[in-house]
């Protein structure tokens, strides 16, 4: 758990790394949460599981069934450290009253739909229509309630470059560092996803689960969250419910139109794979890849953590043919939930 912290404070969310510390310190106090914690099946990292608590003691906030917690969550900003004292006595109480809705949290995945990294696949993309100028058809695994699939319903502001709707709701707009992408049309021509647990934005308490993923007292988040969720009420984001392997593997042998780009996105989900779901998503890009041309070339981006998990990478590998085909290159490193990007370009080494 203090890893966990220590990440939340490299983060720049030092309210979050102090509720992290102080349940490092109470836990002692909820046997059945440190034995559920001490006995999971799998990396405890990787799955995201102390992330999930923290997620339910914000969503335990926000619906007001502990009065002391919401009133804490309410008044703080993400640059407001509570005192150790009082964090601990209130966690005590918290999870003397509440540790079954921390388990329930902690037993489903995580669910964190950033709108802001579609910043990264929106420059990814100008970057390969400035080469190449086709219409995209964008395939997304572990795309929770679809939000990143309306890329093209917001704006991104990309250093210099503006894409997509500059009166749009949703604005993205991250500290932009290096190449500007190019300002080149951008058309996307269907777009569709695939999540193992599916959220329904049509579902209030899936809306609320969302909400309870964004770090405490981030109100740009969460208002760019609020926003993403009613326009995506107007545009209903096409998701699947099934294993991504399978789901790709099935949509990549279904026919691609000439002149079309096929794009297959996924963002900081690859660390939930196990091994052999990883590599089932591979072999089915390799048997596509082999039949890409010029005229349906095939793209993967993806913006994931680096091997030592040291920073996130994203990066784009592509399939048309031709000698260089297949060349994967990491365009960008950024932040986990795309605060800012240091842009490469796919002309890096």
């Not at 921390?102 to 709108?115: A, C, D, I």
């Not at 934005?201 to 760019?224: K, P, Q, V």
Request: charged share 20%.
């Amino acid at each position: 758990m203090l890893i966990e912290a220590a990440k939340a404070c490299t983060f720049g969310k030092p309210f979050v790394a102090a509720v992290l510390e102080s349940l490092a310190r109470v836990l002692p106090c909820a046997p059945r949460m440190r034995v559920c914690i001490e006995g999971w099946p799998g990396d405890l990292a990787g799955a995201g599981v102390i992330f999930r608590i923290n997620a339910g003691l914000h969503a335990l906030a926000r619906s007001g069934r502990h009065a002391g917690l919401q009133e804490l969550y309410r008044t703080a900003e993400a640059v407001a450290v509570p005192g150790p004292d009082r964090l601990d006595a209130l966690l005590i109480d918290v999870l003397a009253h509440h540790t079954p809705h921390l388990l329930q949290w902690m037993s489903g995945p995580t669910q964190t739909n950033e709108v802001a990294r579609v910043a990264g696949f929106v420059a990814a993309l100008l970057e390969l229509n400035a080469r190449a100028p086709q219409p995209c058809e964008m395939l997304e695994l572990g795309t929770s309630a679809g939000l990143n699939l309306n890329l093209a319903h917001y704006g991104c502001q990309l250093g210099g470059t503006m894409s997509g709707d500059p009166q749009s709701a949703v604005q993205v707009a991250p500290r932009w560092k290096g190449r500007t992408p190019p300002a080149v049309p951008l058309v996307i021509e269907s777009a569709s996803g695939v999540d193992l647990s599916p959220l329904n934005i049509c579902h209030d308490e899936d809306c609320e689960r969302l909400h309870a993923y964004i770090w405490a007292g981030e109100r740009e988040r969460t208002e760019r969250l609020r926003a993403a969720i009613a326009i995506a009420k107007h545009h209903l984001p096409q998701v699947d419910t099934g294993l991504a392997s399978r789901w790709l593997a099935r949509r990549l042998v279904q026919p691609q139109r000439k002149g079309t780009r096929r794009v297959v996105l996924h963002s900081m989900v690859v660390q939930y794979m196990p091994d052999v779901e990883r590599a089932a998503v591979d072999a089915a890009l390799a048997f596509a890849a082999a039949a890409a041309t010029p005229d349906r070339p095939l793209t993967r981006v993806g913006m994931e953590w680096s091997a030592d998990r040291a920073t996130v990478e994203l990066r784009v590998t592509s399939w048309d043919g031709s000698s260089a085909s297949g060349k994967s290159v990491i365009a960008a490193h950024c932040h986990p939930y795309a605060e800012w990007f240091d842009w490469h370009g796919l002309d890096a080494s």
